[in-house]
């Protein structure tokens, strides 16, 4: 008995470089290595926000689960799987093969230097929200105290 509580966590999972939907797949497995219970929304094509432009367009989803890693730990995972995809990042918002942020992270609220949680500007992106609604959408957002899909609806 014992050990590290179980954390529910949301993970945005973003493409718009080679085959997305490759990208997209090969993440899921990866996040299912460290994700007890890892569903998936489905996927949604959007414009790229923020980036150059003539951007290709992006494949969105989210994954949410549970996971005993420590939120760095977590986000140090992420950015490894993204690495693995050949990742590059030569400026802001460039293209990208393999995006994943963390969104929530159980009810904390994180500002450490690389690391906020939940993710900044989550609430003001329908490609997120979107998807998080499907398979969560009565998660809270300890920031607003507002659910999913209530951010989504005040988005849309």
């Known amino acids: ?8 966590v949301a993970i945005a999972l ?12 090969e993440a899921e497995e990866r ?10 929304s489905g996927r949604y094509e959007t414009d790229a926000v923020g980036g150059p432009a003539q951007s290709p367009t992006y494949l969105n989803e989210v ?21 693995g995809a050949g990742r590059e990042r030569p400026f802001p918002n460039a293209p990208r093969t393999l995006d994943l942020d ?9 500002d450490e230097p690389g ?17 998080l609604s499907e398979v969560a959408g009565d998660w809270v957002d300890p920031v607003s105290g507002l659910t999913v899909e209530q951010l989504r609806d005040r988005c849309a």
């Not at 996040?31 to 998936?40: E, H, P, T, Y």
């Not at 996971?67 to 992420?78: K, V």
């Open 1 to 8: 008995m014992g050990g590290v509580a179980r954390v529910p």
């Open 14 to 25: 973003g493409s718009n470089l080679g085959d997305r939907d490759d990208y997209l797949d």
């Open 31 to 40: 996040l299912a290595g460290f994700l007890n219970g890892a569903v998936a």
């Open 63 to 83: 994954v949410v689960g549970s996971t005993q890693l420590s939120p760095r730990s977590l986000l140090e995972a992420l950015q490894t799987i993204e690495r």
């Open 102 to 110: 963390l969104i929530l992270y159980g009810d904390f609220v994180i």
């Open 115 to 131: 690391l906020q949680v939940p993710h900044p500007r989550f609430r003001d992106r329908l490609f997120v929200l979107a998807p």
